[in-house]
């Protein structure tokens, strides 16, 4: 059997272990431990009853709040924040009370107790409140920047863009901007804004050395700081009408894309105070994305002049009579986004107005679409042209071109119809020569349709092509139309997948009997963009070109003997 191990107990307060304490005794001491660890508590707090009456303060409360003592009340001294934190926890209406104290940021919060007295623990939340205040300056950067960047990248129009760095800078880095490009002949391209008001633009001729850094600024160099520019000496022309006195100034390069863009200069009043690291850095930051955006304007506005440049010649002319006789001609490329592609037409007119002489018109398809097309095309026009003079054989001139084409890097080949054109009195002659093209069609003042007897190979396939020509006459009001397969073959139509066809297309040109030739080729665009409209699918290049003797006597003095190309 287990020994019971002996009665022993602690000796307590010097008392002998058969002496036991009393319960008031316990709680006396347990409130003597309590006291002393509430005043040497590091967290300040004190205790407030719901009158605001101070009950209790420890050490670091004191120190925290000189004012605080017990006894008075919690208007005696202490901070408005304490005051109003303190009456809104007692009225149900806060629970916590936020406030300065010197340059400390403090936070106390409330524990009611069942007297209704309320203790109060106060924390020390600056580097939190800093943190969180540099926190929300750098999300509200990043979203001026992001902002600013969508801004300046939708603005292709290097003026424009600009207007926006100019307006953008003033409403949120300074009272005022400039934004400068560098010098083209002595002239300086300036947009400026005052904070609230609309940009404008200007053109300077100025000394940009009498800004400190604007001139290196202008050549790229990296930005002075603000602090070495004297704003009382800024030239009038830096500051916009109705500014007031400068107190500070930044300028800051605008770099490119390999090149500088310009210069932003902002300008702050004298009320506003210098401007900050902080800001200058933000203002470095906008520069940036300004000069990318404006040399991004830069260089789309060049290639558009280049491209603009190019494209005139790529362009179907514009046709109007020549030596009597009357020509129209329509294009549709095979992509609505596109002008150009591999379907073309031209008229080159007789070197001389003497009676018979010969206009020679071409049409011709490209294989393949696109801009590569037209790059064939243009080239193909070009030899055409050149070719012009030994129109009078066209087997002979397609024979040349066959082998211009042959000689080249091109994989392409082209279909083409000729058609040399003569005024004889009131008819019109025409020799029509095909190279693997469709063959043009001759409407008739009475409706009948006939399709011209010429055929041939295609010219930049074989090492020789055959041809055949034939001959026509246009009585006045007749017209013969020329025409590439994206016409034929347009797929379309109620079914969505059916040609066009030959048929409809003669069945249009015999409604057409008697019209003059701008009327035949709208109505045949527009009965072939009507059968593509009702299917998705894609079509090829259109193009037509109708030549038509007109009725009654010409007026050669209205372009009866003017040029049948034109530039676009």
Excluded at 262 to 273: E, F, K, Q
Excluded at 508 to 518: N, Q, S, V, Y
Aim: charged share 25%; with cysteine.
């Amino acid at each position: 059997m287990a020994r019971r191990p002996p009665d022993v107990r602690q000796e307590v307060g010097g008392r002998s272990p058969a002496h036991d304490v009393t319960e008031s005794e316990t709680v006396a001491s347990t409130t003597a431990v309590a006291d002393v660890r509430w005043q040497a508590s590091p967290c300040p707090a004190l205790v407030l009853g719901a009158d605001g009456t101070v009950r209790a303060v420890n050490d670091a409360a004191g120190t925290l709040f000189p004012a605080a003592r017990t006894g008075a009340t919690v208007s005696d001294g202490l901070p408005g924040w304490l005051t109003d934190g303190h009456a809104g926890v007692v009225g149900g209406r806060s629970d916590e009370a936020r406030g300065w104290v010197a340059d400390r940021s403090i936070v106390g919060r409330p524990v009611l107790t069942e007297d209704d007295s309320v203790t109060w623990w106060f924390d020390d939340d600056t580097d939190v409140r800093s943190a969180r205040e540099g926190l929300r300056v750098e999300q509200d950067r990043a979203a001026f920047l992001s902002h600013a960047s969508a801004a300046l990248l939708g603005a292709l129009n290097l003026t424009r863009c600009m207007e926006v760095a100019a307006e953008l800078a003033s409403d949120r880095l300074a009272d005022g901007a400039l934004v400068i490009t560098p010098a083209s002949r002595g002239r300086y391209e300036t947009v400026v804004c005052r904070h609230g008001e609309a940009p404008q633009r200007t053109v300077l001729r100025i000394d940009p050395d009498e800004v400190p850094g604007l001139a290196e600024a202008l050549r790229g160099f990296p930005p002075v700081p603000s602090r070495w520019i004297d704003p009382a000496l800024a030239p009038d022309w830096l500051t916009p009408d109705g500014f007031g006195e400068v107190g500070s100034i930044v300028v800051t390069p605008l770099p490119g894309h390999g090149v500088p863009a310009g210069a932003l200069v902002l300008l702050g009043r004298a009320a506003s105070g210098p401007f900050t690291e902080d800001e200058e850095s933000t203002a470095r930051e906008f520069a940036a994305r300004t000069g990318l955006a404006m040399s991004s304007a830069r260089m789309f506005a060049q290639q558009a002049s280049i491209t603009e440049t190019l494209m005139r010649d790529l362009l179907p002319p514009r046709l109007t009579h020549v030596g009597g006789v009357e020509y129209a001609g329509g294009y549709r490329a095979s992509a609505d986004h596109e002008r150009v592609g591999g379907d073309f037409y031209d008229l080159h007119p007789a070197d001389d107005d003497a009676s018979g002489a010969e206009t020679l018109a071409v049409l011709g398809d490209v294989c393949g679409k696109g801009l590569d097309a037209a790059v064939l095309t243009g080239r193909i026009r070009s030899v055409v042209q050149a070719l012009r003079p030994l129109a009078r054989d066209h087997k002979h001139m397609l024979g040349l071109l066959n082998d211009a084409l042959l000689s080249s890097d091109h994989t392409r080949f082209v279909t083409l119809v000729l058609a040399s054109v003569s005024r004889h009195g009131p008819d019109v002659r025409l020799r029509l020569t095909c190279a693997g093209h469709p063959p043009p069609l001759v409407v008739r003042t009475d409706g009948r349709v006939e399709e011209a007897a010429t055929l041939g190979t295609v010219v930049g396939a074989l090492p020789t092509i055959e041809t055949t020509t034939a001959e026509m006459t246009l009585a006045p009001g007749e017209t013969c139309l020329l025409f590439t397969d994206g016409i034929t073959e347009a797929r379309g139509g109620p079914l969505g997948n059916d040609q066009f066809g030959e048929e409809r297309l003669q069945a249009a040109l015999a409604e057409c009997a008697g019209m003059p030739a701008e009327a035949v080729v709208e109505r045949v665009q527009m009965l072939a963009a009507q059968w593509v409209g009702q299917s998705d699918r894609d079509h090829d290049d259109m193009a037509v070109l109708a030549i038509t003797a007109p009725r009654g006597q010409h007026l050669t003095a209205v372009g009866g003997h003017g040029r049948g190309r034109f530039t676009a």
